[in-house]
């Protein structure tokens, strides 16, 4: 597409409207940093810190070894893993054999991954040696094209003292037995020549990873991304971004070669850790902190908050739920995350008063960003400077992508400022298409003025100044004699009230009103207070249409793997009432 200028007179100063010099293959990013800053540190894990130049030799072994055995260009290449230091050398690894990463989720059943690797068609898998995942990865990966399997260890990637304690005292994972035939990770790597095979990459065409999306709402389907899609996107990103390296210096671009640390704190089998955390930090010659489980520790998020005082990472991506658990830690005060100058949320909405709490406790400032898998994902984003960002907005399409908000019924007809769509979006970003999906291919792109937009199942609109807000799901908007009530307008509201942690709202069906809203809260730890008192809060709060008919406390409710709140699993157990 050619981009045009956003209207609107608060484009962040300094910043461009476009990006060029974006189409180039992702190994790139590693063989460039591995150049430019050899020696300088990209993962730590546990202590062990891994140097550019130690995870690119890696990757390149990989990719020999894959290419022996078969692994030819546009083959698919499985990774079962959560954020370990291994991830970073495998993907590579995979890009350079010129094969495609399918990255799954470690943590589903062996009936989730076996649809994955099945409807994919992989060939090989890369698998934790733990007792759970690579147990369920060997049943998953009966009936499918998958030929060979590595197992990786974790001993290896630790400080010698801590990998020799742990084998001695039976701390570091491991899968009960191995099947025969499987491959150890040392061991390919320890047995390969850091030669990677000569191969060309079609950047904006060939496939370099693909996503499963639409677990949530329906069968998950292969988002296919390609090289372009994620080496647009992170150029964008530091074109738009700026940031205060000094506690009230003047905000300005990324600084690069070492300066910034990375919190992996989101997992790197979704787009939104794999980009902006994994992919971000290899470009600007970052550290990265290696965080396999965010939740670890006592209360949980207890471990995560260690690692922030010890490491003193500058940048983290997170998702709203993520920033809540820190914000209401009951252990806050005896950390210090003051190292944090920026943070990027997205998956889910941000609720306002949630950024300003985490901003106060970190002194940084966050970018609430939009974007989705089949964007690789960014698509917006809040101006970098403060007096300029609109908190509850997603703020401006970021450099070289338009955003157009179009009718719900066709997706073509593009609406008003002001006036409620769908969101559809056009840039380099923008995924090949769902693999083997043409039917869903058909329901989500539509030509507009020229250019291909992808419709994003979401609400939202443009004001006056050209701030974009998201009001909600398509299909999570709720219909209440008539009226229009979005899910995300009402939880802004009761996450006002102070006593509130979590809050989800959903639509269930009433003879009278055709649906009637229903929210479900968990309260802050310690926090007390009644349905009458929430009652009349709302009251108090928001027009009577909107108003939930039904409160319902809970203990937890039930996020995804990435954090996001699952309102469908909501209204699935009230339907399983009946």
Known sequence: MSSKKWETPFWPEGVAHDVSDYKYPLTDLLDDSARKYPNKVYTIFSDAKRTFAQVKDTADRIANFLAKQGIKQGDKVAIFLPNLPHFPEIFFGILKAGAVAVNCNPVYTSKELHHQLSDSGAKMVFCMDHPVFYKNAVEAIKDTDVEKVVICNIKSYLPKLKGLLGGLLGKIPKAEKHETGHFMFDDIVS?????????????????????????????????????????????????????????????????????????????????????????????????????????????????????????????????????????????????????????????????????????????????????????????????????????????????GTDVKIVDIETGTTELPRGEDGEIAVCGPQVMKGYWKRPDANDEVFRQIDGNRYFLTGDIGNIDKDGYITITDRKKDMIIVSGFNVYPRDVEDTIYKHPAVELVAVVGLPDERTGEKVKAYIKLKADATATIEEMEQFCKDNMAGYKRPRTIEFRDELPVSNVGKVLRRTLRDEEKSKK
């Open 191 to 399: 047995s390969s020549a850091p030669t990677p095979p000569s191969i060309k990459v079609d950047p904006e065409n060939d496939t370099a990873l693909m996503l499963y999306t639409g677990g949530t709402t329906g069968v998950p389907k292969g988002a296919e991304l390609t090289h372009t899609n994620f080496t647009y996107d992170i150029e964008a990103a530091l074109e738009y971004f700026r940031i205060s390296h000094e506690k009230g210096a003047k905000p300005e671009k990324f600084r690069r070669g070492g300066f910034h640390c990375f919190l992996g704190v989101l997992p790197w089998y979704h787009v939104f850790g794999i980009t902006s955390a994994m992919l971000l930090a290899v470009k600007t010659g970052s550290q990265l902190v290696c965080v396999p489980d965010p939740r670890a520790g006592n209360p949980p998020f207890t471990e995560v908050l260690k690692i922030v005082q010890k490491y003193r990472p500058t940048f983290m991506t997170a998702v709203p739920t993520i920033f809540v658990a820190f914000t209401n830690h009951k252990l806050i005060n005896n950390f210090d995350i003051s190292s944090i100058l920026a943070s990027l949320s997205g998956g889910a909405p941000l609720p306002p008063e949630v950024c300003r709490q985490f901003e106060d406790k970190t002194g940084g400032i966050i970018f609430e960003a939009y974007g989705l898998t089949e964007t690789a994902p960014a698509v917006c984003c809040n101006p970098p400077f403060k007096d300029t960002r609109k908190l509850g907005s997603i703020g401006f399409p970021i450099p």
